[in-house]
């Protein structure tokens, strides 16, 4: 996944009105809306479906295309003291596959994200990613099974793979090959909402450490 220095913050300042929560989304391109007009990326039309539906939550949207655990985590601090989230959507761990960064520092580098974040207070959802089979089966289950056991250890939700049914499908990929078009938002979008709505309804409430 190609860099891009954009951080997509969506309705910053981070200022919340009396019973306003926030829902922090830390990811990467792929929510990031990369290789599309920011308004088309699930992100955006997960701000404009809660709106609509009337919840009163607002999206910040901290994903940058190309980032990795070890940038998410870098730069966490800073994001949960200006936002406060209520809720957040971890999205990580896809880059420092592809780059064959070490399972340990993987896993090392997420325990201790989910760690802050519920430290902070928030729920959290934890979207697994998973890699191409080239990369060897001992990679490919190791680097899975990472988030398996985080969500476990932490006692968080863990969501699906977003891009499921997806990555296979041409007309929903962009011509790399590895990022989902404009097409395919829609269908992350729908393939997440059930997990969001139910945490932000308290119908599912994630146990934090």
């Not at 929510?31 to 999206?59: D, F, K, N």
């Not at 729920?123 to 890699?131: A, F, G, I, Q, W």
């Not at 990929?173 to 997990?195: C, F, K, N, T, V």
Request: glycine content about 12%.
């Amino acid at each position: 996944m190609i860099r891009v220095l954009v951080c997509m913050l969506l309705c910053l300042p981070v200022a919340t009105r009396a019973g306003e929560g926030i829902l922090l989304i830390l990811g990467d391109s792929l929510s990031a809306g990369y290789g599309m007009r920011v308004e088309q990326g699930w992100v955006a039309l997960l701000a404009q479906r809660i709106t609509a539906q009337g919840y009163p939550h607002r999206v910040v949207n901290a994903s940058i295309s190309g980032d990795t655990s070890h940038g998410g985590l870098a730069r966490l601090g800073p994001l949960l003291a200006e936002a406060r989230p209520q809720f957040t959507v971890v999205e990580l761990g896809g880059n420092d596959g592809l780059r064959g960064v070490p399972l340990d520092e993987l896993r090392r580098n997420l325990g201790e994200i989910l760690t802050q974040v519920c430290a902070a207070g928030s729920d959290v959802l934890l979207l697994p990613m998973k890699l191409p089979p080239n990369y060897g089966p001992a990679y490919t289950q190791g680097f899975e099974q990472i988030y398996r056991d985080l969500a476990a250890e932490h006692g968080v939700l863990l969501g699906l793979f977003i891009l499921e049914d997806i990555a296979l499908k041409p007309d929903l990929m962009q011509s790399d090959g590895i990022h989902p078009a404009a097409e395919a938002q829609p269908i992350i979008l729908d393939r997440i909402w059930p997990l969001i709505v139910s945490a932000l309804s308290g119908e599912t409430r994630v146990q934090s450490q």
